[in-house]
């Protein structure tokens, strides 16, 4: 132990056995010096910090009213001007005046003067005028505010030729100015119409430029007489207890207005008979901005205007000088007032000293008897009394200790019974918890719970709630006496969340107590069918965050819950959630044994009929003579009605596959153990046709693998589509029932939404007896499930399907058809249209050819995309290299311009595959709008070799949709567009696919150019 311990454990010991006088006096003494102290180190600088802050505070103060005041005085006129620069009657006389239309720039003249007045009749900024003036200087709009009988309003002050503004030097700087900045002027002093005193009226100028686009048209002036509002900014406050002198001065320093509470004019602006103007030393400025600077007998505030209202205003860093005389009296007199109340404090506090030592010692002696006694209490003895000699606090507190004892003997025995009474408890529901994890029967888990409950805790009603998967109710299951079976009869349920003591604990997940039905704050749902219930407890039946369901009980007895019964139930609940949880899941796990079994069963019996269906019912009987096993046609035994036969299922996975029969030979019948052996033979026999069906299902896997990776093979090295089509045939011509195979492919575009399906190749046995209707025909032609999207086969249902294509149906009806499957031929990113399988004969296509179908059908349609990129990127290349040969044309086009342009559009048609062009400029006539040829190709004969005008208004095809509307129009079906269905089919033909491109200048058509193949390309 070092020193320091040491001293520590003296100091200690010295204060513990110091009597309870000196332990209340030498306090109070040191208290006493150390307030003293704190006064004299802490609270006299504190005080006349105190004083300065409170200038400082008072200067802030104001500083910050005035900011404020200013801020909305520039926020106000700045939105004023910027709503109308920004207007669109703002914006039709910037574009009047770029395009020097006199007519326009007087019309919108009058419109913007009537938008400025509406503004300077709506806006709180004082305007005495706003002006629009154009960049030479002259005004073209100037409204003003007048007085008239009927109060003020604004008169459009216009003049020709207008005045100008020219030198101004305002109108230079907000001319300078970019988009969306302002600049104020500095102040003039503007003598008024009518003026009997001789003083001046303050002026400013605000403005804003005006810009078109990017091209500078004008500004908006704005003439500020801002005296009103200056006079009630710049009004002295006078809630506060300084006498303030405020200067304001403008950017430069030019005093502007002077405010003072204590002047004969609170407030006077610059121009103002009464205006004087005060003496500022110039150490004044020098000063650092917000810091009080002392000259002499009088204190100064500096801040300069800085808001976000002026901060993109040119010019508007006004500045504000804030003066006071001397320490004000009320902050002196604090200082005299703290020191007085502490001398008065000291004495006061030497003579309380004095009369607590001699008080002291009256109350020490019986508490040093109440001591004793309570000493003797702490060691057990809680049998003696006190003795009470005075009805003061000593003797009140003799009474309490008296009934403390009096209280302790009491609650000593009442814990007792608690006790035993909670072991009990804790007994029985330890003991309900390990019967309720014995059952494995929910049903009787819950019922043994709720009656354990009832009888063993003595409650009126007990129930469990188990909440639905939706989590939505909480479902009565379980519930003890009468009642209980009435509310299941019922199938009473109460939602989760809802106003009953089960909605809540489940919704909360926590115990809810109902110590009175009759007069508690917790949500209590009367039950006629229970209508003793005086309290309830819902506790919440959960696994970690799982939620379960919820333990009702019920008593008749008020206050019949205490806290450690939620615990014991809580216990008891847990350990239930845990068995119902149990019970739940080998009740789920028996359940997906019999669904694992019965999908066994149904797997089977889809395997064996479809093994059956392929292999023919007729090639699996066989019947055995006792000499040799022989293929039977469906009669598995003679027929023979004296002799009678035994049957034994041939079973696979429980599902009946096969029928094992035996004929008896009448004169020596087969015992009960023969009989037996005939059923072991069949289950020996179903073993073994198994495995045989499973290998050979296996071995044609294999086959039908070996010829998927084949085909893939081939198909990847295939370079041309058409003899894609031929090996993808020849893979399918081994399927004996398939009859015939069409490609289908998307027209003109690979995509589910192409409106035509061309027969792009059939394949077909002999003799070749389809004939399509047409070479492309619209997708509507066939059954929408014949085109799926997804990548998933389709086996038609023919009835079905064709009831509203009756063409289709009887073009099958005539070949036979009775089976179609078809598959999508879709990648990723492409649908390329279907493979459509035929077939005559009925259920043709088995799972397992249906299987090999769709693999294969991927396998192509990766093959397609393959070539449509690689067709795509040749398509691109030749594109491009066309480009650059237009372009170099393009360059070396000289004065015959009409033998260039046909030279340049029959390079870019020609390697674009296009056969026919016309190309035309557009001019505008007294007739109208007109197309004339400058450069065309039209086949040889063809009806618009002619073509040499287009007439918006007597013309009809795609050249004059393009001159109607200005878009590109494509047209793939001239025959079906709206441009060309007033032209007769042969003219209509004549113009083939094509597609016409305007040619502009801005928003204008200067020329037209149709580029287009026949119908067949």
């Known amino acids: 132990m070092n020193a320091t311990t040491t001293a520590r454990f003296g100091v200690l010991n010295f204060w513990r056995r110091l009597p309870i006088t000196a332990k209340l006096l030498l306090p109070l003494a040191a208290v006493f010096g150390v307030i003293l102290l704190i006064f004299a180190v802490v609270v006299a600088p504190r005080l006349n910090n105190f004083v300065r802050d409170n200038v400082q505070l008072g200067f802030n103060t104001e500083s910050q009213r005035l900011s404020s005041r200013f801020e909305r005085f520039f926020s106000t006129a700045k939105a ?303 049998n003696i009394r006190l003795e009470v000699r005075s009805q003061d606090e000593v003797g009140q507190l003799a009474q309490a200790l008296n009934r403390l004892s009096d209280r302790l003997n009491e609650t000593l025995r009442t814990l007792e019974r608690r006790v035993q009474e909670r072991t009990r408890n804790l007994e029985i529901a330890a003991e309900i918890g390990r019967e309720a994890t014995r059952l494995r029967d929910i049903d009787q888990l819950l019922q043994y719970t709720v009656d354990a409950i009832r009888d063993r805790f003595n409650f009126y009603h007990a129930q469990i709630f188990l909440v639905d998967d939706a989590n939505e109710y909480a479902v009565l299951v379980i519930s003890t006496g009468e009642a209980g079976r009435e509310l299941l009869a019922r199938k009473h349920k109460l939602a989760v969340g809802s106003n009953s003591i089960v909605g809540q604990a489940t919704a909360q997940r926590r115990t809810f107590i109902t110590l009175d039905t009759q007069q508690s704050e917790v949500p209590h749902r009367f039950n006629p069918l229970l209508p003793l219930t005086r309290s309830e407890m819902a506790v919440p039946l959960q696994i970690g965050a799982k939620l379960i369901g919820c333990l009702d009980v019920q008593s008749v007895e008020p206050n019949a819950f205490d806290q450690e019964d939620v615990q014991i139930f809580q216990l008891l609940c847990d350990q239930l959630a845990i068995a119902i949880d149990n019970a739940r899941l080998l009740a789920e796990q028996a359940q997906r044994a019999a669904q694992i079994a019965e999908l066994n069963r149904q797997l089977t019996r889809t395997s064996w009929r479809e093994y059956i269906a392929e292999r023919g019912a007729e090639r699996l009987s066989y019947t055995y003579d006792l000499l040799a096993v022989k293929a039977a046609d469906g009669a598995l035994v003679p027929a023979d009605s004296a002799a009678q036969t035994i049957e034994a299922p041939i079973q696979v996975r429980g599902e009946v596959v096969g029928m094992l029969r035996v004929q008896e030979n009448p004169e020596l019948p087969l015992s009960r153990e023969e009989r037996e052996i005939v059923q072991d033979v069949a289950n020996r026999v179903a073993m073994v046709l198994e495995n045989t069906r499973l290998f050979e299902q296996t071995q044609q896997a294999l086959e039908r693998v070996q010829q998927l990776y084949q085909a893939s093979r081939i198909l990847s090295s295939v370079g041309e589509i058409e003899r894609l089509y031929q090996v993808a045939a020849d893979r399918f011509a081994s399927h004996e029932a398939l009859d015939r195979l069409i490609f289908l492919i998307a027209y003109p575009t690979p995509s589910h939404d192409a409106a035509f399906l061309e027969y792009a190749y059939i394949w077909e046995r002999p003799p070749e007896r389809f004939r399509p209707p047409a070479q492309r025909v619209p997708r509507e032609s066939f059954p929408e499930a014949w085109l799926p999207k997804a990548s998933a086969p389709y086996l038609a249902n023919l009835q079905a399907d064709l009831s509203a294509h009756e063409s289709l149906r009887q073009i099958y009806s005539a070949l036979g058809v009775q089976s179609i499957l078809i598959t999508p031929l879709v990648t990723a990113t492409r649908w390329f249209g279907v493979m459509m399988f035929h077939s005559q004969q009925a259920r043709a296509f088995p799972a397992t050819f249906v299987q090999f179908a769709d693999a294969l059908s991927d396998q192509i349609a990766i093959s397609l995309e393959n070539q449509y990129l690689f067709n795509e990127a040749q398509i691109e290349a030749r594109s491009n290299r066309v480009l650059a040969e237009a372009a170099q044309v393009a360059s070396q086009i000289g004065t015959d311009f009409e033998m260039g342009v046909s030279d340049l559009i029959e390079r870019v048609a020609l390697a674009a595959n296009f056969d026919r062009w016309w190309f035309g400029s557009v001019r505008l006539t007294l007739t109208g709008v007109v197309a004339d040829r400058i450069a065309a190709h039209f086949p040889k004969h063809s009806p618009l070799q002619s073509l040499i005008e287009v007439s918006l208004e007597s013309s009809h095809n795609a050249i004059t949709e393009v001159l109607r509307g200005g878009q590109v129009v494509v047209v793939n079906e001239p025959h079906q567009h709206s441009a060309l269905k007033r032209l007769d089919a042969e003219l209509a033909e004549a113009f083939g696919k094509h597609i016409v491109v305007p040619i502009k200048t801005g928003n204008r058509t200067d020329a037209v150019l149709l580029l287009g193949r026949s119908l067949v390309q």
């Open 80 to 382: 004023a001007l910027s709503e109308l620069a920004a207007s669109a009657e703002i914006a039709e006389l910037g574009r009047a005046i770029i395009a020097e239309n006199t007519a326009r720039i007087a019309t919108q003249r009058i419109v913007v003067s009537s938008r400025i007045a509406n503004t300077l009749l709506a806006t709180a900024a004082p305007f005495a005028n706003i002006r629009f003036v154009r960049v030479n200087g002259d005004q073209i709009v100037n409204v003003r505010l007048t007085n008239s009988a009927g109060g003020v309003s604004p008169f459009f002050f216009l003049t020709d030729p207008p005045p100008s503004e020219r030198g101004q030097i305002y109108l230079n700087e907000i001319l300078a100015l970019p988009e969306g900045r302002f600049y104020i002027s500095d102040y003039v002093l503007r003598q008024p119409a009518v003026s009997r005193s001789g003083s001046t009226r303050l002026s400013f100028q605000i403005g804003t430029p005006i810009y078109s686009g990017n091209v500078l048209v004008g500004a908006l002036i704005g003439d500020l007489r801002p005296e009103p509002s200056f006079l009630e900014i710049m009004q002295p406050n006078r809630s506060t207890i300084f006498d303030f002198t405020t200067v304001l001065l403008d950017q430069r320093g030019n005093l502007i207005a002077v405010a003072s509470r204590t002047a004969e004019t609170p407030v006077s602006l610059v121009g103002s008979p009464n205006f004087q103007a005060p003496d500022l030393l110039p150490q004044i400025f020098e000063a650092a901005q917000q810091e009080l600077l002392e000259l002499g007998e009088r204190t100064y505030f500096t801040f300069t205007l800085e808001t976000p209202a002026n901060a993109d205003i040119v010019n508007s860093r006004w500045s504000v000088v804030i003066s006071k005389l001397g320490q004000e009296a009320e902050l002196v007199n604090l200082l005299s007032l703290a020191r007085d109340l502490v001398v008065r404090t000291s004495a006061l506090f030497l003579f309380v000293l004095i009369v607590l030592a001699v008080v002291v010692q009256s109350i020490v002696s019986p508490l040093r008897r109440l001591s004793r006694s309570a000493q003797a209490m702490a060691e057990g003895d809680f």
